[in-house]
């Protein structure tokens, strides 16, 4: 009978070592599990903060290009000049015209001179602006739209108001070396009236160029005489 009790005593011995490791065991298990759970769960949180950043990087670059390509479109509007002519050509009307383009382009854009047309007062070099009347006199004749004043085939008024404009730089479309050369604007500054235009669009009016960074109305009020947005 001893035998037997001492028996039974060592085998509930031993049950209640393997009870305590067999918990020790789970306790473990459930802490290794959890902390795999939080692992994942901080990968796919941190997956989704990546992918919501690269949607945004997305986003904000496909704004700027839109951006862009609007200002460009606008630009490009903004920049169509046209002349009306006149006289001794064979075909009179409106002409579109691009920068740098003189009298002898437009002649041959309104189909050339008649045979009536006075070469010698016409000075084929010299250059067109927005709104010009070129009226090409006939030999002998003297200019009929009394209301203007024509030299050398153009509008003498309307030129210089035109040059007047030309001499004034367009902060929607300037450069930067154009920009550079406005009192108070630096490298800096005209990068920035760069970043503007990109980010918010061509200036609906001058006054908003003090909307930039680093132009404030000291600056402003030093350069308005000198810049325009047509």
Excluded: C
Excluded at 114 to 125: C, G, H, R, V
Aim: proline share 1%; glycine share 6%; no cysteine.
């Amino acid at each position: 009978m001893a035998n037997k009790r001492r028996q039974h005593r060592k085998v509930r011995k031993l049950l209640k070592s393997y009870f305590w490791f067999l918990i020790a065991f789970l306790v473990t298990l459930v802490i290794l599990v959890g902390v795999v759970i939080g692992i994942n769960q901080k990968g796919e949180e941190t997956l989704a903060d990546e992918l919501k950043e690269e949607q945004y990087s997305a986003s904000t670059s496909e704004k700027v290009k839109e951006v862009k390509e609007e200002n460009e479109i606008k630009i490009k509007k903004s920049e169509e000049a046209y002349v009306d002519v006149k006289g001794a050509v064979k075909k009179p009307g409106m002409y579109p015209v691009e920068k740098n383009m003189r009298i002898f382009d437009v002649i041959k854009l309104a189909g050339g001179l008649t045979e009536e047309a006075d070469l010698n007062q016409l000075n084929y070099a010299q250059k067109v602006m927005d709104q010009m009347v070129i009226y090409v006199l006939k030999k002998g004749e003297k200019n009929p739209i009394k209301e203007l004043t024509v030299t050398n085939g153009t509008n003498v008024d309307n030129i210089t108001n035109q040059e007047k404009d030309q001499e004034k730089t367009n902060i929607n479309t300037a450069e930067l070396e154009d920009l550079k050369k406005l009192n108070g604007i630096g490298q800096k500054k005209a990068e920035a009236i760069k970043l503007y235009r990109e980010e918010n669009g061509l200036f609906k009016k001058v006054e908003d160029l003090t909307k930039v960074k680093g132009i404030g109305e000291k600056t402003f009020e030093s350069l308005k005489q000198s810049i325009t947005i047509e």
